[in-house]
């Protein structure tokens, strides 16, 4: 849609001469900053202001975060891979890789419902206290975002099988390359913040 | 679509893709100005209602208060005046005040003014809009609900709103509302910086254009921590949390089961981050369209382009670091207060600086009486006062009086409603010949503008009296306190001009819709104006221009040079 009309705006496409998904996808990064900053000092506020904090090493399995870790980061080299493989102009690539983030950022679910489940066999609840309620709802919403990538690639894939362009799928998995690195960073400062500090 | 459509000419011939789910700029528009004006118009019936409480307290309304109230025998009960004040504010800045300035006004006007086909992205257009309506409509479903409506203020302060009955609706519309309108100022931004015209550099756009681009970044920096802070708001409402609860908590004689540890005045520090913004995306985009018609209407070019240009983006960023002089009584150290006294009163200097410009505009111009610009004119005096009268509130020694007074409530209506609407009312008068290709009745709107005007002054006016005398704002019945009834007859001014200004309203809804179907036809451009949207046919084909437009000057060359009395920006050049 947006190049249909950019087309109509001649040759030069855009006046900054960025496009118009990149612009858009780095605006809609600045709000998601502002989001999860919120969350963050909201974190720092309560921390501050509680008589005691629990250490989070002995609340939270970190073992199984540091795993995550992993998978989020290896997720975020797939995705650039895919990207790669688009600019390459070999689909069968760029749909492996994409499959490959995909599986990657299921796995990162699965692992996160163990966590879950393990604490709620415990009965540690988001009621419980306060460090859970930052807990559960900080990576409950970065749960979310996770969900929203893979919906986003998924769709790339299948929208990709009969319109292969190459020049737009560039674009297209760039761009949800870029919300999956804000993905990554998020879950980067989530991880010491909640686990190990 | 495919590359090889041509943009020019070609909408949808069907019926629900052409006015229901269309990715026209110019339909979604109209979506919105509809939409917001009957939001407009149901937060005012809300606030008619209550009014008659505080006009009569405990006395049931006559005539229709069976009718509306039956249950209670046309008598507002406490519980009833609660949700009416919580939600006469949501509705008119969420689902009116805002959705009328940026999207309706924003999504018509600005791809038209920097010479775009459409926005950038259409189709997250007409997303957002459909995810305004529901969250629109589900937030006036909350008066059906169990328990009903929310409570607590459009403020919802916990861990009174925690505990209320109704804010969860409210919080689950706000998260939608919140959506609708980041996706939107995502698109206003792209559009702005991508979808220029060629030879529209940014110093040629209309002050218009600049107003909805700084608030566009407003919403985009400042809705999302609402939406977090929402987000936080509705674990402790329905999760069980105590992000904003405190420990030993006794409700009804009871103690409350939660964790605790939690900070209310966090709930306020986040909300007014936003919502300080927010006045301020109130505000512009008003500013903007005043600038334009004066303009306009004083074929003189506005005094200090590049100055109302500055001013409007300093308010920008200054905006986000007032946002504290809103709780200088909820308990902060002295220095904090000094520090957000300083930047209060600094903040109030672009704005005297922009009502400097327009004022100044008018020097020297033989000016053309239309409604919109009386609208317009009307707006400088009043947004003064509402300006004005926010001094005292910033400085920490006298808001500790005047704090959750009805002075404040007299302040701020004189900024959004004698500012942002009638402001948004000039510009309905103004472009209303740009979207149906006729005029509305200038007689009537006459009528329109001097009851309108009269009434309001009429309704908060005497809040700064009352307010000053010591009624607290959100009292349920004044007369319960003894120093309030040597001013209880100014609450009755107040409430009769109130239903007075309703029908002072029924001028203009005759004449909206009456003069889209029977009006006067008027050709592209009948107020002889430069800025590109009057440059295409009224009302604009699906892609807008004939062909893409060429600019060549700046935004107000009225009266510029012997050669012509206005020249368009898309003319290249002028003829002897």
Same mark, same amino acid.
């Given at each position: 849609?947006?190049?249909?009309?950019?087309?109509?705006?001649?040759? !030069?496409?855009?006046?900054?001469?960025?496009?118009?998904?990149?612009?858009?996808?780095?605006?809609?990064?600045?709000?998601?900053?502002?989001?999860?900053?919120?969350?963050?000092? !909201?974190?720092?506020?309560?921390?501050?202001?509680?008589?005691?904090?629990?250490?989070?090493?002995?609340?939270?399995?970190?073992?199984?975060?540091?795993?995550?870790?992993?998978?989020?980061?290896?997720?975020?080299?797939?995705?650039?891979?895919?990207?790669?493989?688009?600019?390459?102009?070999?689909?069968?690539?760029?749909?492996?890789?994409?499959?490959?983030?995909?599986?990657?950022?299921?796995?990162?679910?699965?692992?996160? !419902?163990?966590?879950?489940?393990?604490?709620?066999?415990?009965?540690?609840?988001?009621?419980?206290?306060?460090?859970?309620?930052?807990?559960?709802?900080?990576?409950?919403?970065?749960?979310?975002?996770?969900?929203?990538?893979?919906?986003?690639?998924?769709?790339?894939?299948?929208?990709?099988?009969?319109?292969?362009?190459?020049?737009?799928?560039?674009?297209?998995?760039?761009?949800?390359?870029?919300?999956?690195?804000?993905?990554?960073?998020?879950?980067?400062?989530?991880?010491?913040?909640?686990?190990?500090? | 679509?495919?590359?090889?459509?041509?943009?020019?000419?070609?909408?949808?011939?069907?019926?629900?893709?052409?006015?229901?789910?269309?990715?026209?700029?110019?339909?979604?528009?109209?979506?919105?100005?509809?939409?917001?004006?009957?939001?407009?118009?149901?937060?005012?019936?809300?606030?008619?209602?209550?009014?008659?409480?505080?006009?009569?307290?405990?006395?049931?309304? #006559?005539?229709?208060?069976?009718?509306?109230?039956?249950?209670?025998?046309?008598?507002?009960?406490?519980?009833?005046?609660?949700?009416?004040?919580?939600?006469?504010? =949501?509705?008119?800045?969420?689902?009116?005040?805002?959705?009328?300035?940026?999207?309706?006004?924003?999504?018509?006007?600005?791809?038209?003014?920097?010479?775009?086909?459409?926005?950038?992205?259409?189709?997250?257009?007409?997303?957002?809009?459909?995810?305004? /309506?529901?969250?629109?409509?589900?937030?006036?479903?909350?008066?059906?609900?169990?328990?009903?409506?929310?409570?607590?203020? $459009?403020?919802?302060?916990?861990?009174?709103?925690?505990?209320?009955?109704?804010?969860?609706?409210?919080?689950?519309?706000?998260? /939608?509302?919140? %959506?609708?309108?980041?996706?939107?100022?995502?698109?206003?931004?792209?559009?702005?910086?991508?979808?220029?015209?060629?030879?529209?550099?940014?110093?040629?756009?209309?002050?218009?254009? $600049?107003?909805?681009?700084?608030?566009?970044?407003?919403?985009?920096?400042?809705?999302?921590?609402?939406?977090?802070?929402?987000?936080?708001?509705?674990?402790?409402?329905?999760?069980?949390?105590?992000? *904003? /609860?405190?420990?030993?908590?006794?409700?009804?004689?009871?103690?409350?089961?939660?964790?605790?540890?939690?900070?209310?005045?966090?709930?306020?520090?986040?909300?007014?981050?936003?919502?300080?913004?927010?006045?301020?995306?109130?505000?512009?985009?008003?500013?903007?369209?005043?600038?334009?018609?004066?303009?306009?209407?004083?074929?003189?070019?506005?005094?200090?382009?590049?100055?109302?240009?500055?001013?409007?983006?300093?308010?920008?960023?200054?905006?986000?670091?007032?946002?504290?002089?809103?709780?200088?009584?909820?308990?902060?150290?002295?220095?904090?207060?000094?520090?957000?006294?300083?930047?209060?009163?600094?903040?109030?200097?672009?704005?005297?600086?922009?009502?400097?410009?327009?004022?100044?505009?008018?020097?020297?111009?033989?000016?053309?009486?239309?409604?919109?610009?009386?609208?317009?004119?009307?707006?400088?005096?009043?947004?003064?006062?509402?300006? /004005? =009268?926010?001094?005292?509130?910033?400085?920490?020694?006298?808001?500790?009086?005047?704090?959750? %007074?009805?002075?404040?409530?007299?302040?701020?209506?004189?900024?959004?409603?004698?500012?942002?609407?009638?402001?948004?009312?000039?510009?309905? *008068?103004?472009?209303?010949?740009?979207?149906?290709?006729?005029?509305?009745?200038?007689?009537?709107?006459?009528?329109?503008?001097?009851?309108?005007?009269?009434?309001?002054?009429?309704?908060?006016? #005497?809040?700064?009296?009352?307010?000053?005398?010591?009624?607290?704002?959100?009292?349920?019945?004044?007369?319960?306190?003894?120093?309030?009834?040597?001013?209880?007859?100014?609450?009755?001014?107040?409430?009769?001009?109130?239903?007075?200004?309703?029908?002072?309203?029924?001028?203009?809804?005759?004449?909206?819709?009456?003069?889209?179907?029977?009006?006067?036809?008027?050709?592209?451009?009948? $107020?002889?104006?430069?800025?590109?949207?009057?440059?295409?046919?009224?009302? #604009?084909?699906?892609?807008?221009?004939?062909?893409?437009?060429?600019?060549?000057?700046?935004?107000?060359? *009225?009266?510029?040079?012997?050669?012509?009395?206005?020249?368009?920006?898309?003319?290249?050049?002028?003829?002897?």
């Amino acid at each position: 849609m947006s190049a249909t009309a950019t087309q109509a705006l001649g040759p !030069s496409k855009t006046t900054t001469g960025i496009p118009n998904g990149k612009l858009g996808v780095w605006l809609f990064l600045t709000s998601e900053v502002m989001l999860f900053a919120t969350l963050f000092t !909201s974190y720092i506020v309560l921390r501050m202001s509680a008589p005691s904090w629990p250490r989070g090493w002995e609340e939270l399995n970190v073992p199984l975060a540091a795993l995550n870790t992993v998978i989020l980061i290896t997720s975020s080299v797939t995705v650039v891979l895919a990207y790669a493989a688009a600019c390459e102009r070999d689909k069968a690539k760029f749909n492996a890789y994409l499959w490959i983030t995909i599986l990657l950022a299921c796995a990162f679910l699965v692992v996160k !419902s163990f966590e879950y489940g393990h604490k709620f066999t415990h009965h540690h609840f988001p009621s419980t206290s306060i460090f859970f309620a930052v807990y559960f709802t900080t990576t409950g919403l970065h749960g979310l975002h996770v969900i929203l990538g893979i919906a986003y690639f998924a769709w790339l894939s299948y929208w990709a099988k009969d319109n292969w362009d190459h020049e737009l799928f560039v674009g297209r998995v760039e761009y949800g390359g870029l919300y999956w690195h804000f993905v990554d960073i998020v879950w980067i400062f989530l991880f010491p913040a909640l686990y190990l500090l | 679509m495919t590359h090889h459509d041509s943009h020019h000419g070609h909408g949808p011939d069907d019926f629900i893709s052409k006015y229901v789910f269309s990715v026209d700029h110019k339909v979604i528009g109209l979506q919105y100005l509809i939409t917001s004006l009957l939001f407009l118009l149901f937060g005012f019936i809300l606030i008619m209602v209550l009014r008659w409480q505080l006009a009569y307290p405990d006395q049931p309304i #006559p005539f229709i208060g069976n009718l509306i109230l039956g249950s209670t025998g046309g008598v507002v009960t406490p519980e009833l005046y609660n949700q009416l004040g919580a939600m006469h504010g =949501t509705i008119m800045i969420f689902l009116g005040v805002v959705p009328l300035g940026v999207a309706a006004f924003g999504n018509y006007v600005l791809p038209l003014q920097i010479g775009a086909p459409d926005m950038a992205f259409p189709r997250l257009n007409m997303m957002s809009y459909w995810i305004y /309506l529901p969250g629109g409509l589900l937030m006036l479903s909350s008066f059906i609900m169990p328990g009903g409506a929310a409570q607590s203020g $459009w403020t919802s302060y916990p861990p009174l709103s925690i505990i209320n009955p109704g804010q969860t609706v409210w919080l689950l519309a706000m998260v /939608l509302i919140i %959506t609708s309108s980041l996706l939107g100022s995502i698109n206003f931004l792209v559009t702005t910086l991508n979808m220029r015209a060629e030879g529209m550099s940014l110093m040629r756009m209309p002050i218009f254009v $600049w107003a909805q681009f700084v608030t566009a970044v407003l919403l985009l920096l400042a809705f999302p921590p609402l939406e977090a802070a929402s987000i936080l708001q509705l674990m402790d409402r329905v999760a069980g949390t105590s992000f *904003y /609860l405190p420990a030993g908590l006794v409700v009804n004689g009871e103690a409350l089961k939660v964790s605790g540890g939690g900070q209310p005045l966090l709930w306020q520090h986040l909300f007014w981050f936003l919502a300080h913004p927010e006045v301020y995306v109130l505000i512009l985009p008003a500013m903007g369209i005043c600038a334009e018609i004066i303009a306009n209407n004083t074929r003189k070019p506005l005094f200090g382009y590049k100055e109302l240009v500055g001013s409007m983006m300093f308010i920008g960023g200054m905006s986000f670091v007032v946002w504290a002089h809103h709780m200088f009584l909820s308990g902060m150290s002295a220095s904090l207060g000094n520090f957000f006294l300083v930047t209060t009163m600094i903040i109030s200097v672009p704005s005297v600086a922009v009502l400097t410009c327009l004022v100044y505009s008018l020097k020297g111009g033989s000016i053309r009486f239309t409604t919109a610009m009386l609208f317009a004119l009307a707006f400088l005096p009043m947004f003064g006062i509402g300006g /004005l =009268t926010g001094l005292p509130l910033g400085i920490t020694v006298t808001d500790i009086y005047l704090h959750d %007074t009805y002075y404040v409530i007299g302040h701020f209506h004189y900024v959004v409603v004698t500012g942002s609407i009638i402001a948004l009312m000039a510009g309905v *008068y103004h472009w209303f010949p740009k979207w149906f290709g006729r005029k509305m009745s200038e007689g009537l709107g006459k009528l329109h503008f001097w009851t309108t005007i009269v009434c309001m002054n009429g309704i908060f006016f #005497p809040m700064f009296i009352t307010g000053l005398a010591g009624q607290q704002r959100r009292l349920y019945d004044p007369t319960a306190q003894l120093h309030n009834l040597t001013t209880q007859p100014l609450n009755v001014v107040s409430s009769v001009f109130a239903w007075l200004l309703f029908l002072a309203q029924l001028p203009f809804i005759w004449n909206f819709f009456r003069s889209i179907w029977h009006g006067e036809k008027v050709g592209d451009n009948p $107020w002889e104006a430069t800025t590109l949207e009057w440059a295409c046919p009224s009302p #604009p084909p699906h892609g807008n221009f004939e062909k893409p437009p060429k600019v060549y000057r700046g935004p107000y060359e *009225y009266n510029v040079g012997k050669k012509a009395a206005w020249v368009p920006q898309h003319v290249a050049e002028v003829k002897a």
